[in-house]
Nanobody, 126 residues
């Protein structure tokens, strides 16, 4: 019902910046607004964890580890969410995923999301 395509990953040095984008393609008969989208990441040997999402009230939620450094934005007209990542640290190295679920309320739990992008690699060197 929805396909997600991420872009923008890459390799940077510690302190650098990257911007990730996720474009959602929604199947006919469904509306973008009926989905909640979020950013997750997964580092090797670790569980997938939430990075950021919009709440149902339009405010944003960030993992403690990225607060003040990452900013999530949304362009509903373009069906796109983005993640601006500043002051990157080596511990931010991971594969970043865009996820969607057909619920009005977002969630911080990975297994509550049905739709996932292919992931984009972010590598931060010290």
């Amino acid at each position: 019902q929805v396909q997600l395509v991420e872009s923008g990953g890459g390799s940077v040095q510690s302190g650098g910046s990257l911007r990730l984008s996720c474009v959602a393609s929604v199947a006919s008969g469904y509306t973008y607004s009926s989905y909640s989208l979020a950013w997750f990441r997964q580092a090797p040997g670790k569980e997938r964890e939430v990075v950021a999402y919009y709440t149902s009230y339009g405010s944003t939620m960030y993992a403690d580890s990225v607060k003040g450094r990452f900013t999530i934005t949304q362009d509903s007209a373009k069906k796109t969410i983005s993640l601006q990542m500043n002051s990157l640290k080596p511990e931010d190295t991971a594969t970043y995923y865009c996820a969607a679920r057909q619920q009005y309320f977002p969630s911080a739990t990975a297994n509550s999301y049905k739709y996932w992008g292919q992931g984009t690699q972010v590598t931060v060197s010290s």
